[in-house]
């Protein structure tokens, strides 16, 4: 019989995240400025994992904002004018489940 191996890596799942290279040095820039301030580097998988964490208690927020768009269509990531669309609808989304006043930022590129 094989004894259960309670070790960290068994315990640990891994998502991807994809950022344009600006978004990716103005995340690790704020970052840095956290450090500076903390008095120790903070990595992006902790930083990140902080924020589903957050978007998690907001479960029921999400929802609610996720109501206002029922029946949105995901385009093809070919046509990457829906898709810029798309993903600034899904940034609004989440803009609204954690309250944040203004718009979700659009790519541009």
Do not use: W
Request: a positive charge; hydrophobic letters at 40%; proline letters at 3%.
């Amino acid at each position: 019989m094989k004894r259960p191996i309670d070790s960290r890596k068994k315990k640990l799942a891994h998502l991807k995240t994809l950022l344009e290279y600006d978004e990716k040095r103005e995340i690790t820039d704020m970052l840095r400025d956290i450090a500076d301030i903390v008095g120790h580097n903070i990595q992006f998988s902790i930083f990140n994992r902080g924020l589903l964490l957050a978007a998690l208690a907001q479960k029921t927020e999400f929802l609610r904002a996720a109501q206002k768009l029922a029946g949105l269509e995901r385009p093809s990531n070919g046509d990457v004018e829906a898709f810029r669309e798309y993903e600034a609808q899904v940034g609004q989304l989440i803009f609204r489940a954690f309250d944040i006043n203004g718009n979700a930022p659009r790519r541009v590129k």
